[in-house]
C-alpha cells in the first residue's frame, strides 16, 4: 500500500465523462430520469441510453423478474409460518435488481446489503442458501469467490467500504483499463436510500473519487428508509450527490428493466475502462415491508402504494412482449408452473435445512484462534453440556 495511487482524471477529465458517458442531459440539468419502458409497456427511446433487445433477452427479463418475485413472496410466507426469523422484502424492486444483475460479467464482484435476492439469483446463488440465514441456520452458506457476490452486510452502508476496497485491489493488480473483457473489472456495491445517510458510503465516495477506482455505487431509492421518507434524508435527488464527490450520477426509472440494464451496462464499462466510479440511482418504491417485522400502514398512505402498483415492472414487460407478439399464453403458463415448482422447492428445502452445531459459531471467527474466544467456546462448551440429560 506505499505504492502511490494511481493517476485519476484531471479536473478537466470529468467533464467530457460526463458528457460523452451520461450526455448532455445528464450534465446539464435536463431531464433527470432515464427510462425505455413506461409503465404502460411502450417503447420509448433515450438519446445517450438506447439498446437494441432481442426476443430471446426480454423474455429472459421477464422469466427473471416472475421467479425473483416468487422467491420473495415464498420467503414471506415462510416467514409468517414460523420458518424463518426475518426476511427482507424485494417487492417492486424486481427490475432494479435484474437489470443490474443481468449487466454483470463473470468477473466483476458485488457487494450486496440484505435486499438483493434478485441480484443474488442472476450470480447463481441458491435460493436456498439465503434463506439459511434468515432462519439463523448459518451466516450466509455460499463461497462469494465462487459466485462473486459478497455475503449479505447487515450493518447498514458497511459494504460501500468493503466494495472501494476491493475495487482498489482490482485496480492494483492491473485488472482494470487493459481492453480484455474477459479481465477487466468492475465491481458493485448496492445500498439503498437510507443508506447513503451513513458515513460509511460518503467515505467509500471519497475514497472511490481519490482513487479513481472501477466501482459502481448502485442505489436503490425505495424512497422509504424505514419509516422514514426521503424528503427527509435529502433536499435534492439523491444522484447529484455524486457531482459533490467528483463523479457523475444519474437517475434510472428502477422500475424500467430495459433501461436500468442499460445505464447500469454503461455505469460497469465505464468502471472496466479505467474512468472511475459511478452513482446509480434506480428510482423506484418498496411495495412491502422494510422487513417482515415492519408495518408499513403505520406510516405511508395506502394511495401511494396504490398509484406504485400501476408501474409494476413485471406487468410493463408482459404487457409488452403480448402487445409485440414475442409472448403466448402458453410461454407464459409456463413461465408460472416453473414459478411454482420454486415455491415448492423453496418451502421442503427451507424445513429440510439442519440445524446448525451450537458450537459452530466460534468457528472461522479469526485465522487463528485467541485466547478470548477459546475462552468463550469452552464457557459455552460447559454451560451447553449442563443441560445433558435434563428434562
Known amino acids: 500500500m506505499n505504492a502511490p495511487p494511481p493517476a485519476g482524471p484531471t479536473d478537466g477529465a470529468f467533464g467530457p465523462d460526463l458528457v460523452d458517458v451520461f450526455g448532455p442531459s445528464q450534465s446539464h440539468g435536463g431531464p433527470d430520469l432515464v427510462q425505455l419502458l413506461t409503465p404502460e409497456g411502450e417503447r420509448v427511446h433515450h438519446p445517450e441510453f438506447d439498446l437494441d433487445f432481442s426476443a430471446e433477452q426480454l423474455r429472459g427479463f421477464y422469466r427473471d423478474m416472475v421467479l425473483t418475485r416468487r422467491i420473495d413472496t415464498e420467503a414471506t410466507a415462510l416467514q409468517r409460518h414460523g420458518e424463518l426469523g426475518i426476511w427482507a422484502q424485494l417487492l417492486g424492486q424486481e427490475a432494479a435488481q435484474i437489470g443490474c444483475g443481468r449487466a454483470l460479467r463473470k ?3 458485488v457487494f450486496p446489503t440484505y435486499r438483493e435476492h434478485g441480484v443474488a439469483y442472476c450470480r447463481g446463488v441458491d435460493p436456498l442458501k439465503q434463506l439459511g440465514l434468515f432462519r439463523g441456520v448459518d451466516h450466509g452458506d455460499w463461497d ?9 452486510t447487515i450493518v447498514i452502508g458497511a459494504q460501500c467500504l468493503h466494495a472501494t476496497g476491493y475495487a482498489m485491489g482490482v485496480q492494483r493488480d492491473g485488472d482494470v483499463g487493459t481492453g ?34 472501477p466501482v459502481v455505487f448502485f442505489c436503490q431509492n425505495n424512497q422509504w428508509a424505514i419509516s422514514e421518507p426521503i424528503e427527509r434524508q435529502s433536499r435534492i435527488p439523491l444522484y447529484q450527490r455524486a457531482l459533490g464527490f467528483g463523479f457523475p450520477g444519474i437517475r434510472v426509472d428502477g422500475n424500467d428493466v430495459l433501461a436500468t440494464y442499460a445505464v447500469t451496462q454503461a455505469a460497469l464499462q465505464r468502471a472496466r475502462d479505467g474512468q472511475g466510479p459511478t452513482f446509480v440511482e434506480a428510482y423506484t418504491y418498496r411495495m412491502g415491508a422494510h422487513t417482515t417485522t415492519d408495518d408499513p400502514t403505520r406510516y405511508r398512505l395506502s ?3 396504490e ?15 403480448r402487445r409485440n407478439g414475442l409472448v403466448d399464453d402458453a410461454f407464459l403458463a409456463d413461465i408460472a408452473a416453473e414459478a411454482a415448482d420454486l415455491g415448492h422447492t423453496l418451502r421442503e428445502g427451507c424445513k429440510a435445512l439442519p440445524d446448525p452445531v451450537p458450537g459452530a459459531m466460534f468457528e472461522h471467527v479469526y485465522a487463528e484462534e485467541t485466547e478470548e474466544l477459546r475462552a468463550q467456546r469452552d464457557g459455552f ?4 453440556a449442563s443441560f445433558e440429560g435434563s428434562h
Open 303 to 305: 394511495d401511494d402504494v
Open 307 to 321: 398509484s406504485w402498483k400501476l408501474r409494476d415492472p413485471i406487468a410493463r414487460v408482459e404487457v409488452y412482449l
Open 107 to 109: 468477473q466483476d464482484f
Open 144 to 152: 462469494p469467490h465462487e459466485f462473486n457476490f459478497a455475503l449479505y
Open 381 to 384: 462448551a460447559a454451560y451447553h
Open 180 to 213: 480484455d473483457p474477459d479481465r477487466d473489472t468492475a465491481v458493485v456495491a448496492h445500498f439503498g436510500d437510507g443508506a447513503s445517510s451513513q458515513g460509511d458510503v460518503n467515505e467509500a465516495f471519497i475514497f472511490a473519487a481519490s482513487y479513481n477506482a
